[in-house]
């Protein structure tokens, strides 16, 4: 869809939303605003986090403060949302992982989703890239994919972690593009490509940010980006949906989104939903963003519900197949 009516759209449903009883809204906010972030200051979720809420601050005429609360994944944050809830002026900001893969990888989160987080809506959205070394000769997904269907296990691929979203990502890659390649965690991305461009392992999903230097350099080729539309940091590498006989409809993105505790008024989160749109239409919003491989991505609250089920399911049927291994 094109770009201007996305924006028209999700702005126009976002002003629809908040003709909804004023009550709650007149007297909202009626005092500081906090703002739960699962991450260390000057993480990435914490910056996207404060870009956002400086520009709440301004438009609500309340402090919104950013607490800091990091662990296991962004599940702390969460964690600590939900206990000091109850006045509608406590949020929280997520990746996709604590919403729709977290409980099925970890013991206990302390929360279930559907019943104790409200969705508001989503910030952005951050696409992976395939890359391999240019000195493999290979230029294209195409043949990459003969590669590895070569024999079971004919390629290595490195995450940064085993349940990371690289890790996910390349699974989801070699389900639908009918291959097994083999897993290989490291630590961090900087240990992924130095492994990729010294030859030992073949590939690796990766943000586009921690790949394009080594691209112009001429050690690294990108094969192809998992975002269902070209990326503004990247817009000259080819979507993987489509390509080499992959599906139309392969999508496979890093998400982060503005969520409250289940329970919170719904014109307060369709007010801070509108509000959030806003922000985010501003160019220089955007591209700020854009600079930390991020894409801004408005919404509804029931857009991100949606997006939330739509990921669970998803990513429920790869780790099916992680553990069938």
Do not use: K
Request: net charge negative.
């Amino acid at each position: 869809m094109n770009t201007s009516i996305t924006w028209r759209l999700a702005l126009a449903g976002a002003i629809c939303s908040v003709v909804l009883p004023a009550t709650a809204q007149a007297d909202w906010p009626s005092q500081p605003v906090r703002v739960f972030v699962g991450f260390p200051a000057g993480s990435s979720p914490d910056v996207l986090a404060r870009i956002v809420t400086e520009a709440l601050s301004e438009r609500l005429g309340q402090p919104v403060v950013i607490e800091n609360r990091p662990g296991a994944g962004g599940v702390i944050g969460i964690q600590q949302m939900l206990v000091s809830a109850g006045d509608g002026h406590t949020f929280g900001t997520t990746i996709n992982g604590p919403m729709t893969t977290a409980q099925r990888m970890m013991d206990d989160t302390g929360f279930n989703v559907a019943e104790d987080i409200a969705p508001v809506t989503l910030l952005a959205t951050s696409p992976l890239v395939l890359a391999v070394a240019s000195a493999s000769g290979i230029e294209d997904l195409e043949s990459f994919i003969a590669a590895a269907g070569a024999e079971v296990d004919a390629l290595t691929y490195g995450s940064v972690g085993q349940g990371s979203g690289a890790h996910l990502t390349a699974e989801l890659f070699a389900a639908e593009a009918g291959v097994s390649m083999l897993h290989i965690p490291f630590t961090s991305y900087a240990e992924v490509t130095t492994s990729i461009i010294g030859g030992e392992i073949n590939a690796g999903f990766m943000a586009p940010s921690a790949a394009m230097s080594f691209v112009e350099a001429g050690t690294m080729n990108v094969l192809g980006i998992t975002s269902s539309e070209p990326f503004g940091q990247a817009p000259d590498v080819p979507l993987i949906a489509g390509n080499a006989g992959l599906s139309d409809d392969f999508r496979a993105e890093l998400w982060n989104g503005f969520i409250a505790p289940a329970g919170t008024d719904e014109a307060i989160i369709a007010r801070l939903s509108a509000e959030i749109t806003e922000i985010l239409s501003d160019p220089e919003v955007q591209e700020r963003m854009l600079g930390m491989g991020w894409q801004v991505a408005p919404g509804t609250a029931d857009d991100m519900a949606d997006r939330i089920a739509a990921d669970t399911e998803m990513w429920g049927a790869v780790i099916d197949r992680i553990e069938a291994q």
